[in-house]
């Protein structure tokens, strides 16, 4: 056997016969232990620096400065190959005591493995593979597939036979989601969704007794010369074949997330509709792929079906043409194609960029007041969304009690969004899992919760789906633009213009500009700016809460006096988001842990004005903060961060006195 290419990409997937560890390279547990103290472990994912840079290999175009974080090379340290055999290791524990807890305890767990565009990926994978099958587990590798279909395509679980091709008991896919390439990292899930914070806690533990174990390197050695050669070449050559049924998954699923339809016939007239309005008034959408897994996924033939024109833009996989966290600069080149389409063809009016594993698009769009393309900021995004999705249940008549989940830093234009809609909003700490076990927990008291997510974070969930989708956030846009009832004339933009009582502003022939006019009118920190992340010396969370509390309580006097004359805030509450759930915490700010804090200000009302929001990253080195007040401008937005930094930079240095 030799090394086995990809039938149509032509990149290399993996040699059989070529172990990723032996006797002449293991590194010792000193070089482990320095390996993995970058090593940042959450729900959200396992993510560290994996490219061992050498004098040959490339950056990333865009990197002037040539950093590590943004290096293009293939290759893995000895060290880093023995804590992805851990990670291995570990999650095949967990997915055999899945299924020995299930209907068929002695069958071999199925196990779906897939990568984003970085070179790493395959080696990460070849490694994950080797362990995995000398586990015992089935492995079925889609090579390079967007995290929302192969996650698509363990949704379909529950409703299959587990001998059924699109069954698998779980998933582990390859990705550093928006960190550079020269990053990589694990997600882990099952059922369509990734590990909540106390599924994979115990999965965390495990990896970390497994870095301080003396005989770490042999263990993974051992495991990686078990796996038997003939099963890996099959692996490896049937990655086209199991890609194609992530993609029939994922076009299905994405047609019911759509229409929140599970019948194939109520799904059609659904789609039939948009697909007729598209076709009395055309419309149009870019992709700017940025060499992103969305290059091998459903984009352009699902967009097709709904009779929306489609172009893609650097579609070929790993032509990273710029950042790949798509915020600011990285939507530049979106909007110079739109704009550019636009002058050829005025049916285009949306553009989107996605992430390395396709699990977010931001959007930029055509704006006929500014005649251009501009960039939508991320609240903007998922504040639009919310609209076009609870329009969109009061289209259909629903009357059961309607929730809308999200993250703590979300802007608090949802709780108008959703008020003017009767919905009701809840909000959980910060992590892609926290809000979609939230909204779980919901449905089963009752709630219906349709639309899901992180507002701060760009892009939205929306039910059944469990991960973040820019199809989702497309098919949502589409819909507030062009879905309308034949007989009453009634669209979901109407729908909500009623909602505020303001119908007299309707016009038929509208635009999104109309539509963002509409919005409540709040200012949001980025989470994407670098001041949005500050740089602390304080490892102890719980304590720099416990100082900020001090500082804050002390400035309150004075401060409250500024509050009342610019916002008429007079009164305060502050609020702990730690996993799925939100409580009040006055009293006590440290009660937060290292979960989310939120200071909410309130006017002689009790109406909510404004808040300070804090949060350590779990998947970064950082500290992020952000505020957002009502009716504000951008200079209230840059007022009120200056003194939250400040308090935030003043409490930072009395923790790390103490």
Not at 182 to 207: C, D, Q, R, W, Y
Not at 350 to 375: Q, T
Request: hydrophobic fraction near 45%; charged fraction near 20%; aromatic fraction near 10%.
């Amino acid at each position: 056997m030799s090394l086995i290419t990809h039938p149509f990409l032509g990149f290399a997937v993996g040699d059989p016969d070529t172990v990723p560890l032996n006797e002449k390279n293991l590194p010792s547990i000193d070089d482990i232990a320095d390996a993995s103290r970058s090593l940042i472990l959450s729900a959200s994912g396992w993510r560290k620096v994996f490219a061992q840079h050498r004098a040959s290999d490339q950056y990333a175009p865009w990197d002037l400065n040539q950093s590590p974080d943004n290096s293009l090379s293939p290759v893995l340290s000895p060290s880093d190959r023995v804590i992805v055999a851990g990670m291995a290791l570990t999650f095949s524990s967990y997915i055999k005591e899945v299924v020995k807890r299930g209907a068929q305890p002695s069958r071999r767990p199925v196990v779906l493995l897939g990568i984003d565009t970085r070179p790493t990926g395959p080696t990460i994978a070849d490694i994950f593979a080797r362990v995995l099958l000398a586990q015992g587990c089935e492995v079925r590798y889609l090579f390079i597939v967007a995290a929302p279909e192969i996650m698509a395509y363990a949704a379909q679980t529950t409703a299959l036979p587990k001998d059924h091709e699109f069954h698998a008991d779980g998933f582990a896919y390859i990705s550093a989601s928006h960190n550079p390439p020269g990053h990589n990292g694990l997600k882990f899930g099952t059922e369509g969704g990734v590990l909540s914070s106390e599924e994979i806690a115990p999965l965390i533990a495990a990896l970390k007794a497994f870095l301080i174990n003396p005989n770490a390197a042999r263990i993974a050695l051992a495991e990686l010369e078990r796996a038997d050669a003939g099963a890996l070449a099959a692996c490896y050559e049937n990655v086209a074949r199991w890609k194609r049924y992530s993609y029939s998954a994922y076009m299905l699923f994405a047609h019911r997330v759509f229409t929140d339809e599970i019948e194939l016939e109520a799904q059609e007239r659904v789609l039939g509709a948009i697909a007729q309005a598209c076709e009395a008034k055309p419309f149009g959408v870019i992709g700017e792929l940025n060499g992103s897994a969305r290059t091998q996924s459903i984009d352009a033939d699902w967009l097709g079906a709904l009779g929306v024109n489609v172009e893609l833009f650097n579609a070929d996989p790993r032509a990273f043409a710029h950042r790949i966290v798509p915020e600011n600069d990285s939507l530049a080149d979106c909007a110079d194609a739109l704009a550019r389409v636009h002058r050829e063809d005025s049916a285009f009016l949306l553009g989107y960029v996605p992430d390395c594993d396709g699990d977010r698009g931001n959007l930029v769009y055509y704006s006929e007041a500014l005649r251009g393309a501009v960039p939508l900021e991320a609240q903007q995004v998922f504040a639009l969304v919310c609209l076009s999705e609870l329009a969109y249940l009061r289209w259909k008549g629903e009357a059961r009690p309607v929730a809308v989940v999200v993250n703590d830093a979300t802007s608090m234009r949802i709780e108008a969004i959703a008020e003017a809609f009767g919905a009701r909003v809840f909000r959980a700490e910060t992590g892609e899992a926290n809000v979609v076990n939230l909204a779980q927990r919901l449905r089963s008291e009752g709630w219906i919760v349709r639309i899901l997510g992180e507002g701060s974070n760009g892009g939205n969930i929306t039910h059944p789906s469990r991960v973040r989708d820019p199809l989702s956030t497309l098919g949502s846009m589409i819909r507030l633009l062009r879905l309308h009832n034949v007989s009453t004339g009634a669209s979901c933009f109407s729908l909500w213009l009623k909602a505020l009582g303001e119908e007299n502003r309707y016009q038929p022939d509208y635009t999104l500009d109309d539509i963002i006019d509409s919005l409540p009118v709040w200012a949001t920190t980025s989470a994407f700016e670098s001041y949005a992340a500050l740089k602390i010396a304080t490892q102890d969370k719980v304590a720099l809460k416990r100082e900020y509390q001090r500082v804050f309580l002390e400035r309150w006097p004075l401060l409250s006096l500024d509050l009342e004359r610019r916002y008429g805030i007079i009164s305060w509450k502050a609020f702990a988001s730690l996993g799925s759930g939100e409580f009040e915490t006055s009293d006590d700010f440290s009660a937060s842990k290292n979960g989310g804090l939120r200071i909410v200000f309130y006017d002689a009302d009790a109406t909510a004005k404004a808040f300070f929001w804090m949060r350590a990253s779990g998947t970064e080195p950082v500290f992020r903060i952000a505020v957002d007040v009502r009716g504000g401008t951008s200079t209230d937005e840059v007022w009120l961060r200056s003194l939250h930094t400040e308090l935030v930079l003043k409490a930072d240095l009395l923790a790390a006195q103490a």
